[in-house]
């Protein structure tokens, strides 16, 4: 069965913490991962990621994809609290999306 | 967990027809449907909120005509595409809430429309 497990489900930091947000797949013919933030409407897409091993940059955001585990994560450092949303991701087949529940991040000032 | 199926996964319809997507919640009762479009650069664009037995809730820009949603059951939400053209070509995607988790959202797979 296809799918994609987000971790942790929520976490709460203190502004200025850096935060690791993890991704783990199990989708047949892998095209791509996608990561989101969500806060009120509609995701905002931050990062595609195609390749194994290649850092995605903006910002304060990175991500990097590893196909041998399956996984990514996304690294958000000095943590505002603009921060807090939900955190989506989302994996791309031939012909399908698989998402997961989120990471709900929470940042206290 | 919660599981969210769309169907058809994929539509391929002539220029001036009508296409119709389910959106269904497998096991559990979706309260409130979303929908979406995937437009290029991977963004999502929030079409509309549907909550049961009630009418829509379109975003801005979004012709409630043009896209015709229904949320007839607690596990159905439909999308009806009319008189498609082919810039409304794109992803379509649905994602449900149970009701109890007000932040969960649960995403379908998604319904690739090609209008020829």
């Known amino acids: 069965e296809d799918k994609v497990v987000q971790s942790p489900l929520s976490l709460v930091v203190h502004e200025g913490d850096t935060v690791t947000l993890n991704c783990s797949y199990e989708?047949?013919?892998?095209?791509?991962l996608l990561w989101y933030k969500q806060e009120k409407k509609a995701p905002t897409f931050l990062f595609m990621l195609?390749?194994?091993?290649i850092e995605k940059k903006s910002g304060r955001l990175s991500s990097i994809l590893d196909k041998k585990e399956l996984s990514s994560i996304l690294n958000i450092t000095a943590t505002q609290t603009g921060d807090s949303a939900i955190y989506l991701c989302?994996?791309?087949?031939?012909?399908?999306?698989?998402f997961g529940t989120g990471t709900s991040l929470t940042v206290i000032p | 967990g919660a599981v969210v199926s769309q169907h058809p996964s994929r539509v391929i319809c002539k220029s001036g027809t009508s296409v119709k997507i389910e959106c269904r919640s497998l096991?559990?009762?979706?309260?409130?449907m979303f929908w979406y479009r995937q437009f290029p650069k991977q963004s999502l664009m929030l079409m509309a909120t549907?909550?049961?037995?009630?009418?829509?809730?379109?975003e801005q820009g979004v012709e409630k005509d043009k896209f015709l949603i229904n949320h007839a059951s607690l596990t159905l939400s439909t999308l009806t595409v009319t008189s498609a053209h082919p810039e409304d070509s794109s992803f379509y995607i649905c994602?449900?809430?149970?009701?109890?988790?007000?932040?969960?959202?649960?995403f379908g797979p998604g319904t690739r429309l090609t209008v020829l």
């Open positions: 195609t390749s194994s091993g």
């Open positions: 989708v047949t013919n892998f095209r791509s």
């Open positions: 549907s909550n049961e037995g009630s009418k829509a809730t379109y």
């Open positions: 096991d559990f009762q979706a309260t409130t």
């Open positions: 994602s449900a809430r149970d009701g109890i988790s007000t932040d969960t959202q649960y």
């Open positions: 989302a994996v791309k087949s031939s012909n399908q999306f698989y």
